[in-house]
């Protein structure tokens, strides 16, 4: 864990998320496999998510680059968002979404 992600969260600040978009990185293709048939043939692609969550009745919003190990992700879907109780605009997310849970 890097200094301000473990900062955040072990400020224990924390809110629910939720995800309000996921969109494939085309523009970063990782390839799988060492021959292929064709160019998309073993790609696969990261993605962002967009999210939102409500500090003290203010509502902010977010993105995180996910990488290509992670679950699948949903729009809907909740999320645990930690922030600074000081400037709640900054935030990290929970390693859950990333397949493991940090708690």
Known sequence: MFGVKKRLIAQNNRTQGTITSVNKCRWLQINTKPVRACSLDGAVFPYTINFKYS????????????????????????????????????????DSIYGREIF
């Not at 680059?65 to 400037?87: A, C, M, Q, W």
């Open 55 to 94: 500090v003290n009745n203010t509502e902010y919003t977010g993105k995180k680059f996910i990488g290509i190990n992670t679950r699948g992700l949903s729009v809907g879907e909740k999320i645990t968002v930690y922030y600074d109780k000081e400037h709640p605009c900054k935030y990290t997310l929970s």
